[in-house]
């Protein structure tokens, strides 16, 4: 729901950033076959969505009518579209599960060295002192059978057998390749937890969350993708670093009373291009909200 402190800037204020915005997406809808009429279906139900869950009045029975007036959209598409619009948090049970079992093989101790990362786990049976993968997947759950989920990880490529017989995690299973279901899951997710939290910034006096981004114009091509390596680098020890202290806190036991109804998401991004010649000026430093 809209807060009565909300300072969001004038809609005329938004057609540059959202035109930047939306213009990777577009180029992405185009490529993947999505025509212009499916993406304004999509975006008339999700208006009506938004207005009806998240500006509603707490002593008021939302309207059509409200929503028409929110909306711009007719009252009687407005009564068609109501209750529709993709549900935000739905996670394929595989993805939920592929992902926790990955971040445990990350962060635990038992599962991963400080230094090396993950460590190689013996199959079952297998010879050898240490944890198996077995070990490993009954440790986050036990719905699955982890031959099964081996099977299938073999297969998608996420796991390899080594010279030792031993099971190790490929760079696929940290980064989903191309059309895996688990990459366009946290293409959704991780898109609307940034832009979400970059929204709510530009309608704060005091911005709640952190967003900041160090970019550079004017460079080489060699200096571009020496600094995309340095920042590769960086982030990924801070990911593991997060992934390692938020493991250790889903493991500890909640104090009396206390409700685990919260949900938490660090991220980052880099991205390089080459910027096509023009009399604009050098546009570097550090950007924040």
């Known amino acids: 729901m809209a807060k009565a402190d909300d300072i969001a800037p004038q809609a005329e204020r938004l057609h540059g950033p959202l035109t930047r915005l939306l213009r990777p997406l577009v180029r992405l809808a185009i490529r993947s076959g999505m025509t212009f009429p499916a993406l304004a279906d999509l975006l008339r139900e999700l208006y009506v969505n938004v207005a009806e869950h998240d500006f509603a009045l707490s002593d008021k029975?939302?309207?059509?009518?409200?929503?028409?007036?929110?909306?711009?959209?007719?009252?009687?598409?407005?009564?068609?579209?109501?209750?529709?619009?993709?549900?935000?948090?739905?996670?394929?049970?595989?993805?939920?599960?592929?992902?926790?079992?990955?971040?445990?093989?990350?962060?635990?101790?038992?599962?991963?060295?400080?230094k090396t990362g993950p460590k190689p786990l013996r199959r079952a049976g297998g010879p050898g002192r240490g944890p198996t993968f077995e070990d490993l997947v009954e440790s986050v759950t036990r719905d699955v059978r982890p031959r099964a989920v081996l099977d299938e990880w073999l297969d998608r490529?996420?796991?390899?057998?080594?010279?030792?017989?031993?099971?190790?995690?490929?760079?696929?299973?940290?980064?989903?390749?191309?059309?895996?279901?688990?990459?366009?899951?946290?293409?959704?997710?991780?898109?609307?937890?940034?832009?979400?939290?970059?929204?709510a910034n530009v309608q704060s006096a005091n911005p709640p969350f952190m967003e900041r981004a160090v970019h550079y114009e004017g460079l080489t091509e060699e200096q571009a993708k020496k600094l995309e390596a340095l920042s590769r680098e960086l982030g990924m020890a801070a990911l593991r670093e997060a992934n390692a202290q938020a493991q250790a806190e889903t493991e500890s036991e909640p104090a009396a009373g206390e409700r685990r109804d919260w949900r938490w998401n660090f991220g980052l991004y880099v991205f390089r291009s080459r910027e096509p010649d023009g009399d604009a000026p050098q546009d570097h430093g550090i950007g924040s909200k």
């Open 157 to 199: 490529k996420l796991v390899a057998i080594d010279a030792d017989g031993n099971v190790v995690l490929s760079q696929a299973a940290i980064a989903p390749g191309a059309g895996d279901e688990r990459q366009l899951h946290y293409f959704g997710r991780n898109l609307h937890d940034h832009i979400a939290a970059a929204s």
């Open 61 to 114: 029975e939302q309207t059509d009518s409200r929503i028409s007036l929110l909306t711009g959209i007719h009252r009687k598409e407005v009564r068609r579209l109501r209750g529709a619009g993709a549900p935000v948090r739905s996670v394929p049970s595989s993805v939920s599960r592929t992902s926790q079992i990955v971040a445990r093989w990350l962060a635990s101790p038992r599962f991963s060295d400080r």
